[in-house]
């Protein structure tokens, strides 16, 4: 009997090493002896000729191979067989001497059987090779997100689209694009031009000038789709807005010109008692929803000072004609408003967690909220959401905000910085587990002036250890276990143009840049 438990041991752990390392791990994986050789042509059996995923397979996976798709389910290589009986976005993938087979209900199973097979094939010259394996898998969390700040330094399409890739090597399902900041409006919206033509241009810093044109945009959800993706865009409202009052200061309070700060934020918010600046916000959440096919849209609520508001005549005046009892629950009468305009549109708001601290107004039942300041007020946020009945997004400043280096580096101190060991062993987000928690986010600041060459080594590899929380189903390995398999990993991941810094704060050479 022990040598029975021994080698059922020893054969779930092959699929964790020697350069089969899967990340994140795959729920439940039997390795078996032999490999399965693809040959330059490959027959394929689908239902569905024209899925997304079978041209991925053959342009990211095959690489040069030939594809042929065959409506014939015998004697092929790969076999993707839908069934009724696994549930969203899960697989069953085995692979043995007929070839590889796969079962799921939906296309998004089978696409992230596809990803796990990117990470087991051994590519050498011409000849492909693949374990015998068989692996049954699905996500831990519905809700899976990383998020890029192009609010504060602005990327390249084409770097968008890398992360994009990013997000699907991880098995997450969603991209949450910050669009606005005080530093730069970068979303097209017609009807107001001038939020991209001044907004956008408001800041001086390298790599702060630029948006992002409709057809931009367009091609971006074009190419997040074929990956089965969801891009959820954020406008940040009411504050973060000094791009928006640059353009239009006519949405501010006292209609005067605003400081564009180079980090952090301002007083200088959106008025929210001029009937204007609903008017404002309705014409840009309807060109939003016209662009973005997303369930969710991302509506900010953050750090909101109310000291225009609080001397505004307009958001007095509304205060008291709501009867309300202070400025804070303005803001929830200004999101609840809002979130019930994408409601009538069959959309979800999504707020940062700062909206749920004060009551005196309902806030609608489409409304999801985002756990971030862990560090201001621990799980206040995640109770409070709990309270009100309404679905939460896990995405903690600890330790799911990515752009907090390991060591100290410029605006951030030696208390703003965590290591991958800290995440895996200490994360918040993993723990809450209540059953309105949708998922999980983590994110990427630019606070700083982190341009596109500074991105790459805060995020890898400690958001695999995010992604392993985000999608696997079972124990935790030993964190040192975890640890070697991430690090296994640094010569695949490199090769597909991820570059890797440090991981642990004893990884950190003396004198190492952050830069």
Not at 59 to 75: A, G
Not at 321 to 345: F, H, R
Request: charged share 25%.
């Amino acid at each position: 009997m022990k040598r029975i438990i021994l080698a059922l041991l020893l054969s779930i752990t092959v699929c964790r090493l020697n350069g089969q390392t899967v990340i994140p791990s795959v729920n439940d994986c039997t390795v078996k002896k032999g490999t399965f050789t693809i040959g330059k042509e490959v027959t394929v059996y689908a239902d569905n000729h024209e899925a997304a995923y079978l041209s991925f397979l053959k342009n990211e996976v095959l690489n040069n191979t030939h594809r042929i798709v065959t409506s014939n389910n015998k004697n092929t290589a790969f076999k993707f067989n839908y069934s009724s009986n696994i549930r969203d976005e899960a697989y069953k993938l085995t692979i043995n001497k007929s070839g590889v087979t796969i079962y799921a209900s939906t296309e998004k199973g089978f696409f992230y059987a596809i990803q796990t097979i990117r990470q087991l094939i051994h590519i050498s010259g011409d000849k492909c090779t693949l374990p015998f394996v068989e692996i049954t898998d699905s996500p831990r969390v519905k809700f899976r997100s990383f998020m890029l700040d192009s609010g504060r330094q602005y990327q390249s399409v084409e770097t968008i689209k890398k992360y994009i890739d990013m997000v699907i090597l991880l098995k997450m399902n969603n991209f949450h694009w910050h669009l606005t900041e005080g530093l730069g409006w970068r979303v097209e919206i017609d009807k107001y031009p001038l939020l991209t033509q001044k907004g956008a241009f408001v800041a001086t810093g390298k790599e702060q000038q630029g948006f992002y044109s409709k057809n931009d945009i367009k091609e971006i959800i074009k190419y997040a789709q074929e990956r089965y993706i969801n891009v959820m865009p954020e406008i940040d409202i009411p504050g973060h807005a000094e791009a928006a009052l640059t353009a239009y200061p006519g949405l501010g309070c006292f209609n005067q010109k605003v400081e564009v700060p180079e980090t952090g934020f301002t007083h200088n918010i959106m008025c929210a008692g001029k009937d204007s600046t609903l008017i404002f916000l309705k014409n840009v959440i309807d060109e939003l929803c016209e662009l973005f096919p997303s369930e969710y849209i991302h509506l900010g609520g953050d750090e909101a000072p109310k000291g225009n508001w609080d001397k505004c005549p307009h958001c007095k005046a509304r205060i008291k004609n709501l009867g309300l009892k202070n400025s804070g629950e303005l803001q929830v009468w200004l999101s609840a408003t809002v979130a019930q305009y994408l409601k009538d549109k069959g959309r979800k708001a999504v707020f940062w967690e700062d909206i749920i601290y004060h009551d005196g107004y309902p806030i609608p039942d489409n409304v999801v909220i985002q756990w971030w300041n862990y560090r201001g007020h621990g799980d206040d946020g995640l109770k409070k959401t709990m309270e009100k009945g309404l679905g939460v997004i896990c995405g903690t400043n600890y330790y799911n905000y990515l752009n907090f280096p390991v060591t100290a580096w410029s605006g951030y101190d030696i208390n703003r910085t965590f290591d991958i060991k800290d995440i895996y062993l200490n994360n918040p987000s993993y723990r809450a587990a209540e059953p309105l928690v949708l998922g999980m986010n983590c994110a990427l600041w630019t606070d700083y002036n982190v341009t596109e060459a500074m991105i790459d080594r805060r995020i890898f590899p400690r958001i695999f250890a995010i992604a392993e929380q985000m999608w696997y189903n079972g124990q935790p390995l030993p964190f040192d276990e975890f640890y070697n398999k991430v690090i296994s990993k640094k010569d695949w991941f490199e090769s597909k143009g991820y570059k890797y810094g440090p991981a642990l704060k004893t990884d950190v050479p003396t004198n190492y840049s952050w830069e």
